[in-house]
T-cell receptor, first 111, second 111 residues
């Protein structure tokens, strides 16, 4: 298995633009988490899906952020419009028996 | 009080030293505990689970103290390759899984 796949690996965009981050979890894993990591705030849980259904989105910062999981093999995190304070590394992780397997992350810079 | 707290460090130790990290959690209903390791500019990876009876994996020993609500990680005979950030993770179930990552403790092992 290739592990959790995220794309793009790096994204540089201008304030106000729409950003879409993508994640392919490990096949057979039923839960998927989206995290954001910054130096100031550490690793923050944004949203958690179980069997493609959003279970806990209390960490989504505001309405500019949305996440979908249309099927078991794909999820997206969208920011619209993006702001400089959204600059961070965004990780997704899929879960097997309580172990979280993280993707390599998307490093987002909003200018 | 934050749900999971760690001493951010950095801990700078010489090769061969023994170093210990502590992590405290606020929710007494917490059920599962883990230590993850994150190398610079990489994704977090599971280091070890923490069991009630304590557990050991080579040079690494994890302990859980439910009464005082803390977990610990002991690294013996530190290697240069142990340099990383160590993240404490606490999990509990309500109607769904709740996973909280601590802010991490930075370790630098010096030649």
């Amino acid at each position: 298995d290739a592990g959790v796949i995220q794309s793009p690996r790096h994204e540089v965009t201008e304030m106000g633009q729409e950003v879409t981050l993508r994640c392919k979890p490990i096949s057979g894993h039923n839960s998927l988490f989206w995290y954001r990591q910054t130096m100031m705030r550490g690793l923050e849980l944004l949203i958690y899906f179980n069997n493609n259904v959003p279970i806990d989105d209390s960490g989504m910062p505001e309405d500019r952020f949305s996440a979908k999981m249309p099927n078991a093999s794909f999820s997206t995190l969208k920011i619209q419009p993006s702001e400089p304070r959204d600059s961070a590394v965004y990780f997704c992780a899929s879960v097997d028996y309580n172990e979280q397997f993280f993707g390599p992350g998307t490093r987002l810079t909003v200018l | 009080r934050k749900e999971v707290e760690q001493d951010p460090g950095p801990f700078n130790v010489p090769e061969g030293a023994t170093v210990a990290f502590n992590c405290t959690y606020s929710n007494s209903a917490s059920q599962s505990f883990f230590w993850y390791r994150q190398d610079c500019r990489k994704e977090p990876k599971l280091l070890m689970s923490v069991y009630s009876s304590g557990n050991e994996d080579g040079r690494f020993t994890a302990q859980l103290n439910r009464a005082s609500q803390y977990i610990s990680l002991l690294i013996r005979d530190s290697k240069l390759s142990d340099s990383a950030t160590y993240l404490c993770v606490v999990n509990w179930k309500t109607s769904y899984d709740k996973v909280i990552f601590g802010p991490g403790t930075s370790l630098s092992v010096i030649p």
